[in-house]
């Protein structure tokens, strides 16, 4: 397993959060006494490992890992640990196995961890072989995940999928236990703002949280580190994350996919294979992206076309130090070892380099070029006749449909939907070029509200001159504004967060034009917290000295893009920001992942 | 209600394949089409089930003729463009006719198989 990302510089300190997490896991295992296997749901060994390494496991009698799939466990080991989501077609293969177990007269004890916790179908079902086996159900409440030093995600792939379209919440209780968890490592957070349906869901569950823990934990006693909480229904804005992603971390998200902190990619890609290692050279390799790599936390967030030059400039000024090294007689011993600390990062810019250069090729492509004016050209919200053109041609030429249907939606979501006889055009072309059975995509779209009729004149002009969504000015190289990190577009959702740092919330006239509710509200009998605002302006005044900054908690319930968190890390450092952030989500995810999870399989259900 | 049903009818439609057991499928699908008709919003839906109903007979027709089970369960564009290859432009005309596929679509996928099939003399006349 990689590295685990470090996590001690972050605004609020998260190792304690993972540090919990990992005495958790500790106790769900030992609760089984001697050794044993771990059979994992395949969707959770990502997420695992950045919890946890393999050396964890192994001192809590860890002998094996596997995977839960059709095949039974072959194993001498009497201790059988399965750590799964909730999820029922697993709980029908753990009852597969352990009948077959059974069958062969196999004397096990089982155990089935649910993670974060049990649900009560998933218990019906177990109980099938609850009388012929030894099984026990346990819980392992983890629920949010340190991505990085101020990234936490819940991994929860489906979340937005079912909480628009099939009505099931439970997903947006996880979020609120979540927070409640969060809170009693760091303090009860005083403000909470958010806007949208799902987010004053969760916010209502997490004052009836609140408010069932009569007596408040000594936790809650503490000063909170955690000032503002902001809420962000993912549905308000979509049309974020069905833009290009166009920061580094976003192209590389886009072309080969960030999968729990890292990306996989052909042996080629980063230089040549170790020759002396010909069984793994054709296996992918695993490059870990978090701020650990030092390198990484300074470019990740600039605009992808900036990348190659700082590159460059890193290359040539370390060639500069060597021929200083070399054509200086005198050196002392001091500043060799300063030299030769500067190599240190040497691997890691081959490492970016070679990544940034397999990027280009699909950046340099004419058809991503024109993609990325087309979406601009939606943005703005003008010649919906082009667009529309555009879009047809595409079904008809039956490109990927994932990248197809986020054009779409663009389409739909900027003019309020679309034309009925357009409408219906198009959703036969589709079904024509990609079959029938995308059906049901077309009908989760339709009830997510991403794809719909058109009944009433689009607002989104309103909206976009309302926050200035399209700047005039926009400069990738030196930005001034959010808008670098869509090359021209300043995401719907990262204004939405600096409207409310700015204190026009509710009142604001434009926030009605999104749909959703807009809520606020103060947590009472906090002291702390009066006292602390009125400190705040006194220190503030004394220049020079860091007056201490607020922590801004923001939560995108349904997903969160890569260029999202870069906006918000831009805002952070710009001058005369008071404010750090923390952004957590249910999953981290693109426009193709989130199109993904609304395209139906019907072999799966 | 009738969504609901017909929904289940659709989906049962979905993961039922193989092409030995096409009666019952398409009888599914017939179900789920009368199903939408009966309510007005989804007149889209009635007809999207009725055509893929048809598709259906006809991709069987063609595997018989041709011998070669590679219709069925693709779509209108895909039916087309194997059609192409294979070089039964009779065929494909008429699937083009019978489901009003606009020229447009008609032509692109025209190019793409006539260039899969490497028949460039054609695509140059085309």
Known sequence: MAQLPNLDNGPVNLSNLREQAQRELGEVLDSMRGKKVLVLDPQLSGPLALIAQTSLLKEHGVENLYYVDADPVQTECKNVIYLVRPRIPLMKQIVAHIEQDNGRQLQKSYSVIFMPRRTIVCEKVLDEVKAVGNVTIREFPLYFIPFDEDVLSLELERSFKETKVDGDTSSLWYMARAITKLQELYGVIPNVKGKGKAASQVSDILLRMQREQAPPLPASAKPPEIDTLILIDRQVDMVTPMCSQLTYEGVIDEFIQINNGAVEVEPSVMGAPPSNNAQVSTKKVKVPLNS?????????????????????????????????????????????????????????????????????????????????????????????????????????????????????????????????????????????????????????????????????KSNWQAVKKGINLVPEENDDINPSDIAYVFSGYAPLSIRLVQWALRGEWQQSEFLRLLPGATFERFEKNQEVNIIRRETVPSTDSVPGTDARRLVILVIFIGGVTFAEISALRFLESQEGMKYDFIIATTKLVNGTTLVKSLIDDPSAS | VFLKESWSYSRNMGTRSGSALQGPRLKAIDQASELYAQTKEHMFEAKAAEEQGKLLKLQQELEISTGQPIFVDSSVSDTIRTLITLGNHRAAQRVKVDFKVPDKRYYWLKVFALATAKQWDALEKF
């Open chain 1, 292 to 456: 650990s790599d030092k390198l990484y936390r300074e470019i990740r967030d600039l605009n992808f076309g900036v990348v190659g030059q700082v590159l460059r400039q890193k290359a040539v000024s370390i060639k500069q130090d060597y021929s200083d090294v070399t054509a200086a007689d005198n050196q002392s011993i001091s500043d060799v070892k300063d030299f030769v600390k500067k190599l240190n990062v040497l691997p890691e810019i081959t490492r970016h380099v070679n990544i940034a250069q397999h990027l280009s090729k699909f950046t340099t492509k004419p058809t991503f070029l024109s993609r990325l004016s087309m979406e601009q050209t939606l943005v703005e919200g003008q010649n919906y006749d082009a667009s529309f053109t555009y879009v047809e041609e595409m079904i008809h030429r039956q490109e990927p449909i994932e990248s197809v249907l986020r054009l779409l939606i663009l389409l739909s979501v900027t003019n309020n939907g679309l034309p009925k006889k357009h409408y219906d055009y198009l959703r036969r072309e589709l079904l024509h070029s990609y079959g029938f059975e995308h059906m049901f995509t077309l009908s989760n779209l339709e009830k997510a509200g991403l794809l719909i009729k058109q009944e009433a």
